[in-house]
């Protein structure tokens, strides 16, 4: 049997929850300026085992992506201040983290809003509301491939 030691080197728990193997140190930033957004994912990432970590618009989440290095941010593309956009470009500017995914969230569902987000450089786009099922799918999707760590 595996010490704990050992499962902190493997990154590799089984899920209470679910009972399957996921990453004990899989961090998934959530970039939201609605309260409800941010809570319902919090809560189905949580119960799916992994550790969340939350931003209100794209100032507090670039101080985030630095001290937390997620595997996966999602991007609301609506904010004040700083816009998922622009929040977006600038991490993919970061040695760092531009290989980092990055999934634009919006409560529009057009061509246009598709198009910039790829220009910034995300991976992906989420329509808002989004179902637990659409969330862990494209989590699933995007940590099941190893990446590139960055320190």
């Given at each position: 049997?595996?010490?704990?030691?050992?499962?902190?080197?493997?990154?590799?728990v089984?899920?209470?929850?679910?009972?399957?193997?996921?990453?004990?140190l899989?961090?998934?930033?959530?970039?939201?300026?609605?309260?409800?957004?941010?809570?319902?994912?919090?809560?189905?990432?949580?119960?799916?085992g992994?550790?969340?970590?939350?931003?209100e618009?794209?100032?507090?989440?670039?101080?985030?992506?630095?001290?937390?290095?997620?595997?996966?941010?999602?991007?609301?593309?609506?904010?004040?201040?700083?816009d998922g956009?622009?929040?977006c470009?600038?991490?993919?500017?970061?040695?760092?983290?531009?290989?980092?995914?990055?999934v634009?969230?919006?409560?529009?569902?057009?061509?246009?809003?598709?198009?910039?987000?790829?220009?910034?450089?995300?991976?992906?786009?989420?329509?808002?509301?989004?179902?637990?099922?659409?969330?862990?799918?494209?989590?699933?999707?995007?940590?099941?491939?190893?990446?590139?760590?960055?320190?």
């Amino acid at each position: 049997m595996p010490t704990q030691e050992q499962n902190l080197l493997t990154n590799s728990v089984t899920n209470p929850v679910t009972n399957s193997p996921t990453d004990s140190l899989t961090k998934i930033l959530v970039i939201d300026d609605s309260n409800t957004i941010r809570r319902s994912a919090e809560i189905f990432l949580g119960q799916a085992g992994y550790e969340v970590i939350l931003a209100e618009d794209g100032f507090d989440a670039l101080a985030k992506v630095h001290d937390h290095h997620p595997r996966l941010i999602f991007c609301d593309i609506l904010m004040p201040r700083l816009d998922g956009y622009q929040t977006c470009a600038l991490i993919k500017k970061s040695d760092h983290f531009r290989t980092t995914p990055v999934v634009m969230l919006s409560s529009k569902d057009s061509l246009f809003d598709r198009a910039r987000g790829k220009m910034v450089g995300s991976n992906d786009y989420l329509t808002k509301p989004f179902t637990k099922d659409s969330l862990i799918s494209t989590v699933r999707l995007y940590t099941s491939q190893p990446t590139a760590l960055a320190h």
